[in-house]
């Protein structure tokens, strides 16, 4: 992740949309479970997890497709691109899907969650692996290991 320069920017898959953060993830992912699979057409999902205050739209205005409930899923209204996800109950972050940002060498998975569903062959080099989604309480001490392990951006 040290190859990551802040800002950094993306855009779906039209370029209709576009997004920008100033600050680096809290965390990264990929999830296995069904409901990734199949609003991505793939094996899992990935994310990256961004603190609400330092992410931003720059151009273009998305809407909400995927999940409609208490956790959204925005994507570009002309090309359908999955751009990002509000999750329920957790307003200071945004989960960005880091294959729109416009350069994606930095990204790796730290964790990797619902296994328990996930094809045999995906592998995600992932640090931790969770049969499903890790309990709350787990998400600080795994902030914490992720910002020690990958510090700020270089």
Request: contains cysteine; glycine residues 8%; aromatic residues 12%.
């Amino acid at each position: 992740m040290r190859d990551l320069v802040l800002p950094a920017e993306g855009s779906c898959r039209c370029g209709k949309i576009r997004f920008q953060i100033s600050a680096p993830p809290l965390m990264t992912a990929a999830c296995h479970c069904r409901g990734c699979q199949k609003m991505s057409s793939s094996a899992y999902s990935l994310s990256a997890a961004i603190p609400s205050e330092v992410f931003r739209i720059v151009d273009g205005e998305p809407v909400i497709g995927g999940l409609h409930g208490a956790s959204q899923h925005f994507c570009c209204p002309h090309c359908m691109s999955w751009l990002f996800t509000r999750p329920e109950g957790i307003d200071f972050i945004v989960n960005v899907r880091p294959t729109m940002f416009d350069e994606t060498g930095w990204f790796e998975p730290f964790i990797e969650t619902y296994v328990s569903e996930a094809f045999a062959w995906a592998k995600t080099g992932a640090v931790h692996s969770f049969e499903k989604f890790p309990e709350m309480s787990a998400f600080g001490p795994l902030m914490e290991e992720f910002a020690a392990r990958y510090g700020a951006p270089g």
